[in-house]
């Protein structure tokens, strides 16, 4: 089954009751309540490829979790239409349902007053998974997130780490092809995220599963996301390649390199200005708009320079973003 | 169909109650001095007069005792396993409930269903000894015995859909404590868990009649004892059918428009 997921023109409207400051504002709202309409998506459309992961950004109250929701089923659109391995979530929730795994954040789909076993125990029943599947299953994910270690042990008695590698796990054991992870690291510690970042990454490249992920984490879409689809306010704002992202939003690259020829004459360079020289020690830096990435400067540096020794500094992902959102608002 | 293969998911509250052995004890321990407290009570009330209101000194104390071991039937503690939904409401985690192939409602049935038949089991092991004491009396016969169970599965049905329509309520409401409490202060009440219906005014067992509470332990209880005669079996048992109708159908109704709420906030 395709595990791609089609995002075509997607609203969804709220409407809520506008609450008025004061004792006289609270009477008047309560005998004539007045109600705004909020659009917390609007008009987004976007595809995602099977087998591929796409970061799904934003700032606070961007309207990520909205359209997760839509996608996973549990909302309906106001407008506008989508398609999860080939089924519209909202409309056939149970068979979509078989399809997808999903996380949300810190809130556990595990029995709390139960061993973590005897929760998959219930959704293997719940997925009506075959017994052998579930344990070859069980102990896939075991070797990945080391679950055996306490999953005899009570879900109220969990870590955080511990409980949200048991909610990955529950989330996936009926081996869904597209999976929902709505902030799924937040409030983890650095050695959990690393190996929640691994599962998902295998998850990803040997089992073709098609991961939507929401994070704040930029460590987190730099070593997961190929693409990104930046929304704010709503609306689409970005699609891309971290590539394209950061050519638009971060060249502030710098080459530090170290010449073996301490008085090298130094010719130009297509789109790449000499920052700084002391001695040996090179700086260069984008020159203009048509500057190349910096992995192309760095090439450029090397073939035309013998160095012996070279770095490179590049704006992080969070500054990009940070650019990325300014510009989304200012836009 | 996802519910038969689901029909495990009965097990998650009778489990939960497993793994936290205090619980047990705490149940076993307010059972067995609950039960001491109201044989001692209504001996002692009996003491000095015969038959009040229809009923003798070995019926109501029978009566008052079952009452009470009737109460561990839903008495789990779904609170302590954050597995109310009052609780799934708060949390956020609801939306799981809406993310799986088997329905909310089903899987409430089946979970409920788990925690009916293991509170039966308490039930029964606590009738067992009470019978072997002498604290209850046994049926009057055989036919007495079965309308006694297919009345009390009538009366814990009607219970179910009672305790739903207060959960359902937490989706509108959020909270449900206040409705809890007056829901519960009534069963006790007006199901004959406090003092049996015959005791009160004619004005309030008329008035109760008008309510689903008397179908619930009152009417199988009666029939036990043998207050309510085997010849008004079946127009009793008809009433409690009826409830159970009128509640399935108001509580099938809360449900979708549960869903349409959920689906319209988004959990």
Redesign the interface.
Known sequence: MSGSIEVRGLTRTFHTTVRRPGFGGALRSLVNPERVAKQAVCDITFDVAAGELLALLGPNGAGK??TI?ML?????PTSGEARVAGVVP?RE???N??N?G?V?GQ???L?????VR?SF???R????VPNVEHAARLREFDDLLDLSSFWDT?V?HLSLGQRVRSDLAAALLHDPPVVFLDEPTIGMDVVVKEQVREFLRNQVEERGRTVLLTTHDMTEVERLAERVVLINHGRLVLDGTLGEIRRRFGSTWQVRATLADPHAVLGPLPGIALVRREGPQVVFGPDGSGAPTVHQALKAVIERYEVSDIAIDEADLEDVMRAAYVHAEAG | MTVLHAWRAGRVTPLGELYAPPRMTAALLRLTVQVVLVASLWRGLYAQSGTTAGLGREQAVTYAVMAVLASRLRELDQYAGRDTVQQHMHYGTIVYWYLRPLPPQHYYALRALGEQLYGLAWALAGYLVCLVAGVVEPPGSAAVAGVFALSLLLGQWVLHYVMLVIDQLCFWTLRNGAALMILLFAQNLLSGVFAPLWYFPDWFVTLSSFLPFQATLSVPLSLYVGRIPLSDAPFQLGVQAGWLAVLALLTRLLWRRAARRVIAQGG
Request: charged share 35%.
């Open positions: 979790s909205t929701k996973t089923g549990i909302l309906t909202y929730r149970e068979r349902a078989r997808i999903a949300f809130r556990t789909q029995w709390w007053d139960l061993p005897e125990a219930i959704l029943d719940i997925y009506e009570r109220r």
